[in-house]
């Protein structure tokens, strides 16, 4: 179900606070049909919807929704601020974030109704601080440009990129041996969503061998793709160990912390490069920096990290491990999929979600409550 019900009680709308709409029992049927009505009369598409979002998005939010026809007032909070976003979350219909912790509603759901991922990560988002009556959706579009990162850095770390220009801008023009081409390779690929299906047609493009590992390896999802091998995320020691490259595109959750560890690592073939646009715990920390500074692992691009910056402009070092400072590492700050074409498309998908919330329209990708 797209719109959010009482959890344990089927066929029933949300349990009421003062000022909500009560629940009336109806049948099967004509659950969708209610739902919509109780979303209409909520957030009526001619009633002014309030949105909050981060300070960096709002004019790109208010541009977007203004587009999709929603009168509707976009501010801004730094999520840093949390007294300031208890404050203003008292006034607010709709939070446009990656972010939510528990505090953050300090008298039951008040306004609030949704809760837009501006990407496709939810892990920021602590769902057991959110009371009924509060949907979660995320927004994708980002897999073409994730997949033009990971061959980008695929490439310059295959070619040695870093390397040559370090040494040339110091005059050094020595060749050694002939570089390799990613031609007749094998990448890994852990995770087979949306970034993964894209990776592995990216690579019969490039005429690589492709496996990979999945949560679902039994899914009609991933027929088709033209892997070497499948298996699920037990098989990873195995089907990785003949991987030139093990590329991460799993979200964080507590099955997937920590899976690529020392053990896997070890088991690539001497050469290997790992490249992370998942998450980064994903891959452990320790086990990942210690490879690569003891050369067991020929070098790393990694875009999605172990710690994060908690306002604008914070100067911060993005994990324990002083990743910084070893040369066979690419570091972006998490950028793979922030494009101007992903951002297209996702401000477009998150307007048309918050049009949807005010038509009592399906909401779409929802990713709380579960669907039951």
Known sequence: MDLPVERGRPHRIGVPRPGQVPFVPIR???????????????????????????????????????????????????????????????RTDIFVTGEFRSGWLTDGTGPLRLIQSPG??????????????????????????????VFMVMAALNRELVAADTALRAGLWSHGRPLRELRGRTICIVGLGRIGRELARWAGFYGMRATGVTRTPGGSSVAGLGLAALGGLADLPRIAADADFLVNALPLTTETAGLIGAGVLAGLPRGACLVNVGRGPVVDEVALYESLRDGRLAGAAIDVWYRYPERDGQVIYPADRPFHELSNVILTPHQAGYTEGTMRHRWQAIAENIRRLGAGEPLANVVWPKAT
């Not at 541009?63 to 203003?88: C, I, K, L, Q, W």
């Not at 920021?124 to 073409?144: F, K, M, Q, R």
């Open 28 to 90: 099967p049927g004509r659950v969708a049909a209610a739902l919509a009505g109780l979303y209409h009369r909520a957030v009526s598409p001619t009633s002014h919807t309030r949105i909050l979002t981060i300070p960096a998005f709002v004019d790109d939010l208010r541009a977007a929704v203004a587009r999709a026809g929603v009168a509707a007032t976009v501010r801004g909070v730094e999520p840093a601020e949390h007294a300031g976003v208890a404050d203003a979350l008292a």
């Open 120 to 149: 496709a990560g939810t892990d920021g988002i602590d769902l057991s601080a959110l009371p009924d009556g509060v949907t979660v959706c995320n927004v994708y579009g980002h897999e073409y440009a994730i997949a033009e990162h």
